[in-house]
């Protein structure tokens, strides 16, 4: 008889005994059969139940921390590693799993991973390494994930070289979507440290442009300005092209007339004189302007007009002379005056001057005291009155107010007036005074220096 055959006579023998063994003798089949399994046919399986990190779409150059559930499917307390790794292998953990008892589940945390694979799907797996493992099917999980590129490029900026000052400018960039998903960003347009406009929006289709326009601006910075436009995407995987910046010069033409150099406020009467003016470039590219002379008596009558054209660099200045003039006795004005096409400043084209040819009469004096006057109240009072140059020149002079109560001075006040053009009058406001009950009287003077 075989060894084989010896053993299943023994096994059919066991059974009929125990099937014809009364009952308070009988062996209890079950717990023998878990007796013999525990003692004798230990069954380990162990395997992943879920990859939990990384989720199905990861960025690229972003920082993970991969994770995966697995399970102790068998009978007995084991210990094993787990292995995580990406199909390229350009990411490879393996983490041990200790005394992990029956039909228990823990969850296996790796080492940080900086996304780096390829864009689009990919795969990731999971595998639990047993060497007596009894069932391998549930030993490795794969997960399909998406590898997703967020990138955002600034192609070109749409916006003028040069543009003349009170310009409207409309700033447009042209930017493509060089990632493989559509993205929410931002666009940020910059001019100097004056303009700056953020938009938000929904990106163009991968491999696709747009073109964005941003509120206008008006060019009234003179000089050269940086332009810039900025994408702002969270992940961006390439910084470098999330920009671009170019000049922007905003030009300026702006001529005038600085000062009138000659006739001077007296010279002497029929003797030539050669009118002179100071002209400026006050803009921000060099230019020629024609500039005009013109003298007229006191009755307004013009008496001598000439031109002349000038060419200046940015922010030069340099005299101007005319052609010979001689006057009689008499007061006269000189206007010199700048004509510039494009000029954006009108108001500093002219220059005025009153002369005299001969001996001037020179005379300034008050006309009259507004303020106080006749009864006051004991409220503060600010002092007034007007005060005209009766001479043929331009006056620089004092001018005084003062109270005086019984003989005794109290309050006096000065200002000094500068260049009051011939029958001219102004009106002069003094500091203020506090009056108290009485009778005053009120003096205002002028003196020339």
């Known amino acids: 008889m075989t060894k084989k055959m010896f053993f299943a006579t023994l096994i059919s023998f066991f059974l009929f005994a125990t099937q014809s063994t009364s009952s308070h003798n009988q ?25 939990t990190v990384p989720p199905d779409t990861v960025d690229s150059n972003s920082v993970i921390t991969p994770s995966s559930v697995v399970m102790n499917f068998g009978d007995t307390t084991v210990s094993f590693p787990v292995i995580f790794r990406d199909t390229s292998y350009s990411f490879y953990d393996v983490k041990q799993v200790s005394n992990l008892p029956p039909e228990e589940m823990v969850q296996v945390n790796f080492n940080q991973w900086r996304i780096r694979l390829p864009r ?92 964005l326009t ?31 910046e170019r000049n922007l010069m905003v030009r300026v033409s702006d001529f005038g007339v600085t000062q009138i150099l000659a006739p001077e406020q007296i010279i002497p009467q029929n003797n030539p ?16 302007s024609s500039v005009f002379f013109r003298i007229t008596d006191s009755l307004s009558a013009v008496v001598y007009h000439d031109s002349a054209f000038i060419a200046l660099e940015p922010g030069v200045s340099e005299s101007l002379s005319f052609t010979t003039w001689n006057g009689g006795s008499g007061a006269y004005t000189a206007t010199a005056y700048t004509k510039l096409n494009g000029d954006i400043n009108p108001h500093n084209d002219t220059a005025t001057q009153y002369f005299f040819a001969g001996t001037p009469m020179r005379d300034v004096g008050a006309t009259n005291i507004i303020s106080p006057s006749g009864t006051i109240q004991r409220t503060l009072i600010y002092p007034k009155a007007r005060i005209k140059n009766f001479g043929n020149l331009n006056e620089s002079f004092y001018t005084s107010f003062q109270i005086f109560n019984a003989g005794n001075l109290v309050y006096a006040d000065s200002l000094f007036v500068t260049n009051l053009p011939p029958n001219r009058t ?9 009056p108290f009950i009485g009778e005053f009287t009120t003096k205002c003077s002028t003196a020339l220096v």
């Open 27 to 51: 062996v209890n089949l079950n717990a023998y059969k878990k007796s013999l399994s525990e003692g004798f046919d230990e069954s380990p399986d162990v395997g992943v139940i879920s990859i």
């Open 120 to 211: 689009g799907n990919q795969m990731v797996k999971c595998s639990t390494v047993l060497s007596n493992d009894v069932n391998n099917s549930n030993d490795a999980l794969e997960k399909l994930i998406f590898c997703r590129v967020k990138d955002i490029a600034v192609l070109e900026l749409s916006i003028p070289d040069t543009v003349d000052s009170g310009t409207t400018v409309t700033p447009q960039v042209r930017i493509k979507n060089l990632g493989n998903a559509q993205v929410v960003f931002s666009a940020i347009f910059r001019i100097g440290t004056f303009y700056t406009c953020t938009l938000e929006m929904l990106s163009p289709l991968p491999n696709n442009e747009m073109l």
């Open 214 to 244: 941003f509120p206008v601006w008006v060019a009234n910075r003179r000089g050269t300005h940086s332009a810039r436009c900025t994408t702002a995407l969270l992940g961006d995987a390439n910084p470098y092209n999330n920009f671009l």
């Open 273 to 288: 004189v050669m009118p002179k003016a100071l002209v400026t470039n006050f803009g921000t590219t060099s230019a020629t």
């Open 426 to 434: 102004i009106q002069i406001t003094y500091s203020p005074w506090q």
